[in-house]
Every structure is written in C-alpha cells, then in structure tokens.
C-alpha cells in the first residue's frame, strides 16, 4: 500500500496552520503494534519498494530498530513482539542500501 499514499498520509506531518503533528497510516500502525504488550505483530508493506517511501524505514531496519519521524520523533520497535516485513514482487526501483 505504499505507493497509493504520498509520504504525509503514509508516516505523518505537520499542519501547516496549527503547527500540530498528525500521524500517518504506518506511524498510526506501529504506535498501536509496539504498544500492544506481549502480542506478536507483523506490519506488512505490500507492492513495488520505492525509494521515495524506504529510505524512511532505514533506521528501522539497522540494529538501532527506530522509526524516524519528520518531526524528529524516534519510535523504537519492540523485538521480539513485532516484526516488519516488506513483500515486493521485484526490487528494480529499490537503492542498494
């Protein structure tokens, strides 16, 4: 569902009136996963792996396991309960890194 989303509606952003944080679809998502206790979680992004949207998830996928927000927010993720995965039919549009 990445690509169907603009880089606001998926990990969040600024109003730009009220100056106010508005989570995003995944941000809402992995808020809710890494709070839900003892439960196993899996987040699936399913479609093409753009670099526009996965080179926000860069922290997440290293050892510091944080998602990085715009507005300088630092998400941790809590291993073992929830685990991120990304289903792509190919790789093409994907940066090396």
Known sequence: FPRAM???ELFGRVDAISGEWA???FTAMWR???SEG???TW???DGPVEPE???DL???MDDNMLLTLPSSERLPM???NVTLALESADLAHAAPA
């Open 6 to 8: 603009g880089l606001g």
């Open 23 to 25: 989570d995003g679809a």
């Open 32 to 34: 809710r996963a890494n």
């Open 38 to 40: 003892k439960r196993h």
């Open 43 to 45: 987040l699936v992004l």
């Open 53 to 55: 949207w996965v080179e």
């Open 58 to 60: 860069n922290s997440v």
């Open 78 to 80: 809590l291993r073992p």
